[in-house]
């Protein structure tokens, strides 16, 4: 999971290291706005009261903040609560800290003993601590702060305070006078003295402060993500936030797309950063190391975690060297039950440290199966319970197994390549355990090996509050100042060590250098990852569906011939390489995997899915349609894949009945006996079939392939009453996949062809609509010909005619075969709607209603009709009615994608956002290939400026017909300007106005970019 979890904790310090709100005059109130780059992201209060205890008068500042944002498209809400008192003299006496978000939950208290004493009680997530601290410094609290700040008669002020968000820290910070400003605000007018403000434990972010000359504060900026404080009222800003990402203000961009970044021997990367010291910021170890620095750059080279045919010993006999990796504490809970339970349940009876890890390393992924990103910073404890978190919380359960089980561990945090939304680096975090020596894991992307595309840039132990607070303050170092360019990389499988364009007009002309050789190529080159050289312009998305497309291609292929074991490896690499968060190609690859049997590969993907609303459906079909009821051993689903690409590519039934029969353990599976009743059915051996369909269906009569299998048997064997039994079930279930609904009917059809051959011309209608179902429209308008031209009168020759020509395009033709349908039945529904449709496709909508309401008259539930008539009120800008007959074929059928779609349009143009969402998911659930559903949730999200999201689902849509939608690239230019990415931005709102050159908005934002 991508963590910008670092940025949350980053934007707490800044919120309280940064200000020093706090007033001269007692009872005093006020309301801050917190914002980023206009986005109101929460707000802060701060009140102060005077108060007498023991005769001895206290000055009271409270503060409560509030933040609200999204992260990768899942809500974050973080609470804040302070209290500082302090004598009337300015001498602190106490303060106490809550701070609360999902996951996470602290409690802090600090009673001064002495000015340099303090005693302070701590609780982390239910983990108590309580010491005494001595300080080095005097220390200010928030009133005698402010009167630092009266009358702004001095050009520098030093003062430290004590910040209870990061382990009772102590802080220093220096403001420097800048001079007389003027600000004019909605609800701050005057002049007011500004303030260069820097804070000693965030060297590299700067920010400014205003005061007035009573020393309150009342406007703070911060250059980290342009944060901002301004003073609001409370009617203004309380509960009223913007859908903020942050996800995108915390990517390192980069030139270069890394096509498997989980295939790499070792890459060098240039790194420019404003840090005086950069080779400080970053670990340096066997396998990461600078091999060059100069001025602000260096030049770093890692390499793969390659673990050949070693052994580590275990348990250890020495540990304590490593004591401080086997503590348990606040996050890392390896003494609680649980985790020492299941760590001994991993353990079992392995007795290789390195084999271990790598098994709790897998186990993690495994299971916390809901990746939520909305979670803060939960325990190992809370992990294991809830199963649920982002890399943080993977990262401290994999850290708390490996101490329970006596192996050294601690966390890292670093960055890490993605190709989503964007090529980037990321703020990540993984973990490094000692098995005989410090190994790399990754419980979010876990792989046989550790790849260099993790820059690591420091290790803790995370024993305690203060642990996480150095997190953070290593990651400010490098926040906004790093520049990172990938210069080569080398893959595992080959020796190539770079490709960069060659500098022809062909974009796929490049030159690949090699380790003893350089060759240049004219022609693409397939079949090997492209390497990227740091002056060549990201490739992105499309060179990873190219990739994609290859795989699968080649996944098929190596299927169809029988390379089962290359097979799987081909469609793994296709589930590396489909993004995080990209539902649409999880759920197609799954499909496409459980047709093959590759089951467990196709469950892994399907646990990825982050929108079940509008997946749940399609997901419930791929399992009733395909999944057998027992989960498939890794080795026993190859056999059985085997033996399915024999009976469906090989035309060997033989072998595949052979191949299962003569692996006893094949036995228990449901699965097994279906595949047998297919070879035997491919044999025609049907009652061996029907035995075998029996035996499975016993075991899982759920499985939608298996009932249709049996029908196909009954109706070879002429039992066709028992065929259409089993056909009429399955079409009673909710089946939205279209492809089996197809094979459904195309069963159906051949079963009433084979029933009616006492009566010719039923027969030959039904052959007709098998033909027809088969897309074979030609062909059925001659088996329709013939039996007109044996002077049939029956009417549904003529209807069904007429439709075949109207999907041939011969509207003529059609035209004349729906008018011959209505001589035999002048009340024939089918046509007088296709004569409706005709009128529709001239553009002539007011007689094609006519047309349709003269239908009604005769089948007023008939579905297809209701559904023609709302589109054509819908055409005459009729919505009032459109929407009665929308909302009327819901009733009857409650899946019709394009009634949803209609009525969520209805609500969207009505400002009814939340029930326009809701109809637009629920008309993908049934159909997720509707490009239009997709741009309107795109829209949506869009204008909540929740642009992660709106990128997901446009890129939905991106693989379906972006080319002739204006609206797409519109929409993806909205996500470039709001990513700086101008120039991207630009071509995309041409692209728009190419494809629609009166798209006033796309003319806008052109205009606008000059």
């Known amino acids: 999971m991508r963590d910008i979890k670092i940025f949350v904790l980053l934007i707490s310090i800044i919120l309280i290291c940064c200000t020093n709100d706090a007033w001269a005059t007692p009872f005093y109130e006020q309301y801050y706005q917190t914002k980023i780059k206009d986005n109101n992201i929460g707000y802060s209060f701060i009140s102060q009261e005077e108060k007498e205890e023991d005769g001895k008068k206290l000055i009271v500042t409270n503060k409560h903040y509030e933040l609200r944002f999204k992260r990768l498209g899942f809500s974050v809400k973080i609470l804040q609560d302070f209290q500082f008192i302090e004598d009337a003299d300015g001498n602190p006496v106490s303060f106490t800290a809550d701070m609360e978000s999902k996951g996470e939950v602290i409690n802090i208290k600090g009673k001064f003993l002495s000015p340099k004493r303090l005693h302070v009680t701590s609780v982390i997530n239910g983990d108590s601590k309580s010491e005494e601290m001595e300080l080095k410094k005097d220390i200010l609290f928030p009133y005698a702060i402010s009167r630092l700040f009266q009358n702004h008669s001095k050009a520098m002020i030093e003062y430290s305070t004590i910040d209870p968000t990061n382990d009772v820290k102590i802080v220093t910070i220096t403001a420097e006078k800048v001079g007389l400003e003027t600000i004019v605000d909605a609800n701050l007018q005057g002049n007011f003295t500004k303030y260069k403000v820097a804070v000693d434990i965030l060297p590299s972010i700067g920010s400014y402060e205003w005061y007035d000359n009573e020393g309150r504060v009342v406007k703070e900026k911060s250059s980290l993500l342009g944060l901002e404080k301004v003073i609001a009222k409370e009617s203004e800003i309380v509960g009223k936030v913007d859908s903020y990402d942050i996800f995108y203000k915390s990517i390192i961009p980069v030139k270069a797309h890394i096509t498997d970044p989980f295939n790499i021997d070792n890459i060098t990367y240039k790194i420019e950063t404003q840090s005086e010291s950069p080779e400080e910021m970053f670990i340096i170890n066997d396998k990461q190391r600078i091999i060059h620095s100069r001025e602000n750059t260096i030049y770093l080279k890692i390499k793969n975690q390659l673990i050949d045919n070693e052994s580590f010993k275990y348990p250890f006999t020495d540990t304590k060297d490593f004591a401080d990796y086997l503590k ?41 199966n809901t990746k939520d990103l909305s979670v803060n910073f939960a325990n190992a404890m809370q992990v294991m319970q809830a199963r649920q978190g982002d890399c943080t919380e993977h990262s401290v359960l994999l850290a708390s197994l490996l101490r329970a089980a006596g192996i050294p561990s601690k966390v890292v945090v670093g960055l890490m390549y993605t190709n989503v939304p964007e090529d980037a680096f990321v703020y990540h975090m993984w973990v490094s355990a000692y098995v005989g020596r410090w190994i790399s894991l990754d419980p979010s992307f876990p792989n046989d090996n550790f790849s260099p595309v993790h820059i690591a840039i420091s290790e803790y132990d995370l024993n305690n509050l203060s642990s996480k607070t150095d997190i953070v303050l290593d990651v400010v170092k490098s926040f906004t100042t790093l520049k990172i360019s990938v210069l080569n990389y080398s893959t595992i499988s080959n020796n190539v060590i770079g490709v960069k364009l060659s500098g022809s007009d062909n974009p796929w002309d490049i030159k690949v250098n090699l380790k003893n050789d350089s060759v240049n190529l004219a022609t693409p080159i397939k079949n090997i990852s492209l390497k990227t050289g740091e002056d060549i312009p990201s490739l992105g998305a499309e060179v990873r569906k190219k990739y994609i497309e290859e795989s699968t291609r080649s996944g098929f292929y190596n299927f169809s011939k029988g390379n089962i074991t290359q097979s799987l490896n081909d469609f793994e690499r296709v589930a590396k390489l489909i993004p995080y968060n990209d539902d649409f190609s999880d759920v197609k690859l799954a499909l496409k995997l459980s047709s093959f049997g590759f089951f467990n590969l196709a469950e892994s993907k399907l646990k990825n899915i982050y929108d079940d609303k509008i997946w749940n459906l399609q997901i419930q079909n791929i399992k009733s349609i395909y999944y057998p009821k027992q989960t498939l051993a890794a080795e026993d689903e190859l056999i059985l894949a085997e033996a399915l690409s024999k009976i469906n590519f090989q035309n060997d039934p033989t072998g595949a009945i052979s191949l299962i029969n003569g692996e006893s353990s094949l036995d228990k599976y449901d699965y097994s006996y279906y595949l047998l009743a297919k070879a035997y059915l491919a044999k025609n051996e049907v009652d061996k079939a029907l035995k075998e369909l029996e035996k499975a269906i016993d075991y899982n009569p759920d499985n939608l392939s298996y009932r249709l299998e049996l029908a196909k048997a009954y109706t070879k064997k002429n039992e066709f009453k028992k065929s259409r039994k089993e056909i009429d079930y399955i079409l009673k279930q909710n089946i939205v996949d279209k492809k089996f609904i197809e094979l459904v009917n195309l069963e159906l059809y051949w079963l009433l062809f084979k029933d009616n051959r006492k009566d010719s011309t039923k027969s030959q209608y039904y052959l007709a609509k098998y033909y027809g179902q088969k897309g074979d429209y030609k062909v059925a308008v001659d088996i329709l010909n013939k039996l007109i031209d044996e002077k049939q009168e029956d009417y549904h020759i003529y209807e069904l005619r007429g439709d075949y020509y109207v999907n041939l395009d011969q509207l003529g033709a059609a035209k004349l075969s729906y008018q011959t349908a209505l001589k035999y039945n002048k009340k024939s529904t089918k046509a007088l709607m296709g004569l409706g449709n005709i009128l529709k496709k001239e553009g002539k909508y007011k007689e094609s209603l006519t047309e349709y309401l003269k239908a009604e008259k005769f089948n007023p539930e008939y579905l297809e009709l209701i559904l023609a008539i709302a589109s054509a009120y819908t055409r005459l800008s009729q919505e009032e009615i459109a929407y009665q007959y929308y909302d009327k074929l819901l009733d009857l059928d409650s899946y019709n994608y394009l009634a949803n779609y209609n009525i969520g349009l209805m609500y969207l143009n009505t400002q009814k956002v939340d029930k326009a969402e809701e109809y637009f998911k629920k008309a993908l659930s049934v159909n997720p290939n509707h ?50 990415n101008y120039p991207l931005s630009k071509i995309n709102f041409r692209k728009a106005v190419d494809l629609k050159p009166d798209y006033k908005e796309a003319i806008q934002e052109l205009e606008k970019l000059k």
């Open 328 to 368: 348990s504490g606040p996050y890392i809970t390896s003494d609680n039950p649980e985790i020492i339970i299941q760590a001994n349940s991993i353990v079992g009876q392995k007795k290789d440290a390195y084999k271990i890890a790598k098994a709790m390393e897998r186990w993690v992924f495994d299971n916390v």
């Open 931 to 980: 490009p239009e559903s997709w741009l309107q949730l795109t829209k949506i999200e869009l204008e909540k400026k929740n642009y992660f999201l709106a990128k997901t689902y446009l890129d939905s849509v991106s693989y379906l017909d972006q080319d002739k939608s204006p609206q797409y690239y519109y929409y993806l230019g909205l996500i470039n300007k709001n990513n700086e």
